[in-house]
Structure formats: structure tokens, C-alpha cells
């Protein structure tokens, strides 16, 4: 098996067991803080539930530009290494908390060392030929989505079966195991005297960089309305499918399964996109999955049954499939050589920052245009994520996807 392979085998299961671990518990923190923490009071635990679920965010917000510096110095194996380890280690103490603020701490902690996922792939951006870069980045999603799905269900059939505590030391040893494979398997060519050899900047100077490259300036500005668009109204979704169905049992479940289903799609049509962004080039295919996950948030407002939202959230999910792979194809595409891995941490930054805005902004104006309003705003932000990809990013449109469709269809009557 050619080396890229092999890498991308490693790191799609390194990224599988990562989201696995990071949200395993989510689902079940307010039945941590209430059944082993002691907080009894409804509305002590959500306020600590908040705050812990938002610590990580705050501080991988803060640190992965740094990390990325340290990676494009020092090479992407090694911050690779630093935060799986490191996150096996925080992880199995959070099974050790015995107060709330305990385990805010090390979620802060968390967020401090988190950089796995980022580290995976700058690291197969630098591995995979570029002729099937797409692919790979697909593969690599699709491990990621995969993960935020198993999660949950996993950690639930851990927590019926040895409880909370138990699932923070699994966690913590399969996140091990997997950063001793990513140790023993994945090679990485790195010079390290000409990364030394490349002057040093501040983060003030990247930063101006980036907003200076309109590319990347809008691809990273998209990694934010993305993930803003997809929180905004998650945590009212529950309340929606009540409001759809008032006589359904099993709200828990059907609004579990309403996001599944997205992850699902999203884990299907990642890879499949990915081999069309080879074909085509990733341009055109950021550009019409942008507009068809923005128009898929619209029917979802109007949507007269939870049938009718599954299937807007499958379809969106399919959209979605072809996002991350293309954006991340095209970082590595405009960035700098001496600067990939840092312009994939503040492409992380921007990750956080949307995962702690969208629920926020999605709360604060709830009161005043409902959930079907939150749909509207997210449709609102991806279409003009949308619109400045077109004017800014070369090859964004419809032209490539067309002349590959006129190429592929000559060709069929010889094959």
C-alpha cells in the first residue's frame, strides 16, 4: 500500500476515536453533574453544563494558531502526537472530578491541548498527491463525521453499562492506543532545517497576511459561517419536532435522530464528493454545496412534519458532504508552503469561534424570530458565505462541473 494510504487509514481511525471521545459524554453532562457531581438544582446545572460544554471551544479558539506555528517548525507528526497523548491524559482525569469546577477546568485544559483533528490533516495535505487530494480529505471527513455520530450512541450503551465515570478511562485508553498507532504507522517527510530557516513572523503578521490573501480570507470566514449556520438552531430543534408532533413519544430520540441523519448523509457523500473535486477541481464544488446546504435550511423552516425535516436534514447533510473536503483542499491549495499548518490552525480557530457564537446568537434571538426564523438566518449566512466564495475564489461557479459533465458524457458511448 503507497505511503498516503496508509496515513490516511491511521488518521481517519486516529479522527474516528477523537470525536468519538469528544462527545461520548456531551449528551449526558447534565446527568454527570446531577448523578456523581452532586448538583441538584436544575438551573445550576445547566449553567454548568454551558459553561463546561463552551470552555473547550473558548480555549482552542485562543491556542490552535500557536500550536499551528509550533507544527509548521517542527512538523505536523509531532503536534499530532502532543495532542493525542495530551488528551488521553485530561480525559481519563475528567472520569476523576468530583466537583463541576473540576471538570470545567480540564475542559479548558482540553481545549488548550486539542489539535488532533487539525494536525490530521495538515499532515495529509502534505502527504496525499495532489491529484487525489479531495479524495482524501473526504475519507478524513468522513472519519470525523463518523465519530460525532458512534459518539453519543456509544457513550450511551457505556453509560447503561458501567456508568459515567467508566466512559472517561475508555476514552482516555482508545485515544492512547490510537496516538501509539499514529506514533508507530504515519510517516511524515519533513525538513526541519529549511522550516528553521524561514523567518519568523508574529501572530499579528499572520493574521494580516491572511486578511490580506481575499481567498483565504473568505475560505476561512466560510469554515465560521458554516459552523455558526449548523448550531444556530440546533438546541431548539427538540422544541420543533414537539411542535410537529405534540403527541410523539420519544422527543429524545427523534431529535437525536434528526441530527444523525445529517451526519449520516454528510458521511456517505464526503468521499464521493471529494473524487468529483479531483475531477472538477474543489472550487465549483464548495460553490454549489454552499448554496445547496443554504437553500436546504429553508424548506426545514416550513417543514409541516418530522418526515418532511428528516428528509430537508438528509438532503443538507449531502450539501455538507461536500464543504469541509473542498475548503480544506483549497487552504492547502493558497497557502504558503512555510505556513500550511498555521493557516489550518486559525481555519480551526474559526471552527471554534462559530461553534460558540452560533448558539449563543441562536438563544439570544430566539425570543423574537422563533425557530423558523433561526432556519432563515442560517440560510442568510451560508448564502453569503456563498456569494463572497464566487467573487473571490477562482474557479467557484458552474463552468468546470459543466464541462466535466460534457467530458464525462463523451466519453461513455467508448467505455
Known amino acids: 500500500m503507497e505511503r498516503w494510504k496508509i496515513n490516511l487509514a491511521v488518521l481517519w481511525f486516529g479522527t474516528f476515536l477523537v470525536m468519538s471521545g469528544m462527545t461520548m459524554i456531551m449528551p449526558f453532562l447534565p446527568l454527570y453533574l446531577q448523578q456523581d457531581l452532586g448538583v441538584t438544582d436544575e438551573g445550576e446545572t445547566g449553567a454548568w453544563g454551558s459553561a463546561i460544554f463552551a470552555a473547550t471551544f473558548v480555549t482552542s479558539f485562543l491556542f490552535q494558531p500557536i500550536w499551528g506555528r509550533m507544527a509548521d517548525r517542527t512538523g505536523r507528526k509531532v503536534m499530532l502526537l502532543r495532542s493525542g497523548f495530551g488528551m488521553a491524559l485530561v480525559i481519563v482525569l475528567m472520569g476523576f472530578a468530583t466537583e463541576p469546577w473540576h471538570l470545567f477546568v480540564l475542559r479548558l485544559l482540553n481545549g488548550i491541548i486539542a489539535g488532533y483533528n487539525p494536525a490530521a490533516i495538515a499532515l495529509m495535505s502534505a502527504t496525499a498527491p495532489k491529484a487525489r487530494m479531495g479524495f482524501a480529505m473526504g475519507t478524513l471527513q468522513s472519519g470525523i463525521t463518523a465519530g460525532t455520530i458512534l459518539g453519543p450512541l456509544i457513550g450511551g450503551l457505556f453509560a447503561d453499562a458501567f456508568g459515567f465515570r467508566p466512559i472517561f478511562y475508555i476514552t482516555g485508553t482508545l485515544l492512547f492506543l490510537a496516538s501509539l498507532l499514529s506514533w508507530l504507522l504515519v510517516k511524515e517527510n519533513f525538513d526541519r532545517e529549511k522550516a528553521a530557516a524561514q523567518a519568523e513572523t508574529s501572530m499579528v503578521e499572520d493574521v494580516r497576511k491572511l486578511l490580506a490573501d481575499k481567498r483565504l480570507a473568505a475560505l476561512l470566514g466560510t469554515t465560521f459561517a458554516l459552523q455558526f449556520a449548523m448550531l444556530c438552531p440546533i438546541a431548539f430543534i427538540p422544541i420543533f419536532i414537539q411542535r410537529l408532533h405534540e403527541s410523539m413519544d420519544n422527543i429524545a430520540f427523534w431529535s437525536g435522530f434528526v441530527g444523525s ?45 418530522v418526515g418532511e425535516l428528516l428528509f430537508y436534514r438528509f438532503l443538507l447533510g449531502c450539501f455538507l458532504g461536500g464543504i469541509t473536503p473542498a475548503l480544506h483542499t483549497l487552504i492547502r491549495n493558497h497557502a504558503p508552503d512555510s505556513i500550511v499548518s498555521r493557516v489550518f490552525g486559525y481555519n480551526s ?11 449563543v446568537v441562536g438563544g439570544a434571538v430566539f ?34 462541473l459543466r464541462k466535466a459533465w460534457r467530458s464525462g458524457s463523451e466519453k461513455s458511448p467508448e467505455s
Open 261 to 305: 441523519v445529517t451526519a449520516l448523509s454528510n458521511m456517505i457523500f464526503a468521499p464521493l464528493l471529494g473524487r468529483l473535486s479531483d475531477r472538477t477541481g474543489p472550487a465549483p464544488v464548495l460553490f454549489i454545496s454552499l448554496c445547496g446546504a443554504a437553500l436546504m435550511f429553508v424548506p426545514q423552516a416550513f417543514a409541516g412534519s
Open 349 to 359: 480557530s474559526a471552527l471554534a469561534l462559530g461553534s460558540m457564537s452560533g448558539p
Open 367 to 400: 425570543g423574537l424570530i422563533d425557530l423558523e426564523g433561526l432556519f432563515l438566518l442560517s440560510a442568510g449566512v451560508l448564502l453569503s458565505a456563498t456569494v463572497w466564495v464566487r467573487i473571490v475564489v477562482p474557479g467557484a461557479g458552474t463552468a468546470r
